[in-house]
Nanobody, 124 residues
Framework: QVQLVESGGGLVQAGGSLRLSCAAS????????MGWFRQAPGKEREFVAA????????YYADSVKGRFTISRDNAKNTVYLQMNSLKPEDTAVYYC?????????????????WGQGTQVTVSS
């Protein structure tokens, strides 16, 4: 079992920044690829960013590329999502997830564990 707890969400004005954290406990964190997804009201949960086990490869949705950065610290069992130049359309609940595979990371289906989510609200 892997437990994931997100933090760092909040209310920010458009153009501002937030850094989300996801702390993992349980099995070896470095054995899991990690992803961030988000879900806005009335919409499906969508891929935001992912990072492989070693952190050597990262992937982003086109809508956040160049503005968001995913990173991980395996010594701290934590994955981060730095979000810059935030837009109102980034408003959503953000979830982190852990996958025991290192491929197909844009798909929700490959993830084994999910956190409870943290709300991000961007005002215009």
């Amino acid at each position: 079992q892997v437990q994931l707890v997100e933090s760092g969400g909040g209310l920010v004005q458009a153009g501002g920044s937030l850094r989300l954290s996801c702390a993992a406990s349980g099995r070896t964190f470095s054995s899991y690829a990690m992803g961030w997804f988000r879900q806005a009201p009335g919409k499906e949960r969508e891929f935001v960013a992912a990072i492989r086990w070693s952190g050597g490869s990262t992937y982003y949705a086109d809508s956040v590329k160049g503005r968001f950065t995913i990173s991980r610290d395996n010594a701290k069992n934590t994955v981060y999502l730095q979000m810059n130049s935030l837009k109102p359309e980034d408003t959503a609940v953000y979830y982190c997830a852990a996958a025991s595979v290192n491929y197909g990371l844009r798909s929700r289906d490959v993830y084994d564990y999910w956190g409870q989510g943290t709300q991000v609200t961007v005002s215009s």
